[in-house]
C-alpha cells in the first residue's frame, strides 16, 4: 500500500532563516505530487505540483520554491523565512488525471 | 477555469441529527469531485468521490454524498452526526490539480 511521509512535524525557526521540508511516498511511482499551505486552519493554497522529477509548476509567486530531485520526493525550501510563512504545510499526490488526492500529515511552521 | 464553494463557513448540529454540508462547483466537461475531512494539526483524510454513475454516493464513517448535475451541487450528508464527527470539511473538484472550497466547519453539540 502507498503511504506519504512528512519531516518534520512541526518547526520553529526565525525570521531570515532558510528552510527545507521534505516529502516522500512509498508504495507507487511517477506519482503526482502537491505542496498545499494552510494558514489559521482553514482554506488550502496550492504551492506548487509536480508531475514529474525536475517538474514544477507555480501557483503562488512568493520566497518559497519547490524541487523533485527523485521520483517519489518533493522538497520545499525558502532562503529567508518571512513571518507570513507561518502555516501547516501539506503535501500530496495522486496517481492519475481524476485520481483521489491523498495528503500527509503535514508539518506546522512557526516562524518568529 | 474550475471553482468550488462551500457557502456556509461553520454548520452547529445536535448529536443524532442530520448533518448536511453544502457544495457548489463550476466546472467544464464532467465533474469529478471529492469530499475531505480535516482533525485539527492532521493531514486531509479522504471520505467520498463522484466520478460517474449512481448520483448518490457512500464513504467513509456513514458519510454519502449527493451529485445534483442541474443545480451543481454535491452536498455531504450523514443522516446522524456524531460528536466525533467535529471538524473541517473540504468539498474539491479534481482535473490535474484539485480546487478546494474554502472549507466548512462543522461543529456536532451533545
Known amino acids: 500500500s502507498q503511504t506519504i511521509h512528512q519531516w518534520p512535524a512541526t518547526l520553529v525557526q526565525p525570521v531570515g532563516s532558510p528552510l527545507s521540508l521534505e516529502c516522500t511516498v512509498e508504495?507507487?511511482?511517477?506519482?503526482?505530487l502537491y505542496w498545499y499551505r494552510q494558514a489559521a486552519g482553514r482554506g488550502l493554497q496550492l504551492l506548487f505540483y509536480s508531475v514529474g522529477i525536475g517538474q514544477i509548476s507555480s501557483e503562488v509567486p512568493q520566497n518559497l520554491s519547490a524541487s523533485r530531485p527523485q521520483d517519489r520526493q518533493f522538497i520545499l525550501s525558502s532562503k529567508k523565512l518571512l513571518l507570513s510563512d507561518s502555516g501547516f504545510y501539506l503535501c500530496?499526490?495522486?496517481?492519475?488525471?481524476?485520481?483521489?488526492?491523498?495528503f500527509g500529515p503535514g508539518t506546522r511552521l512557526l516562524v518568529l | 477555469a474550475q471553482s468550488v464553494a462551500q457557502p456556509e463557513d461553520q454548520v452547529n448540529v445536535a448529536e443524532g441529527n442530520p448533518l448536511t454540508v453544502k457544495c457548489t462547483y463550476s466546472v467544464s466537461g464532467n465533474p469529478y469531485l471529492f469530499w475531505y475531512v480535516q482533525y485539527p494539526n492532521r493531514g486531509l483524510q479522504f471520505l467520498l468521490k463522484?466520478?460517474?454513475?449512481?448520483?448518490l454516493v457512500k464513504g467513509s464513517y456513514g458519510f454519502e454524498a449527493e451529485f445534483n448535475k442541474s443545480q451543481t451541487s454535491f452536498h455531504l450528508k450523514k443522516p446522524s452526526a456524531l460528536v466525533s464527527d467535529s471538524a473541517l470539511y473540504f468539498c474539491?473538484?479534481?482535473?490535474?490539480?484539485?480546487?478546494f472550497g474554502g472549507g466548512t466547519r462543522v461543529l456536532v453539540k451533545p
Open positions: 474539491g473538484a479534481a482535473g490535474n490539480k484539485l480546487t
Open positions: 508504495g507507487t511511482s511517477n506519482p503526482n
Open positions: 463522484y466520478i460517474t454513475g449512481d448520483n
Open positions: 500530496a499526490w495522486k496517481q492519475g488525471y481524476r485520481e483521489t488526492q491523498y
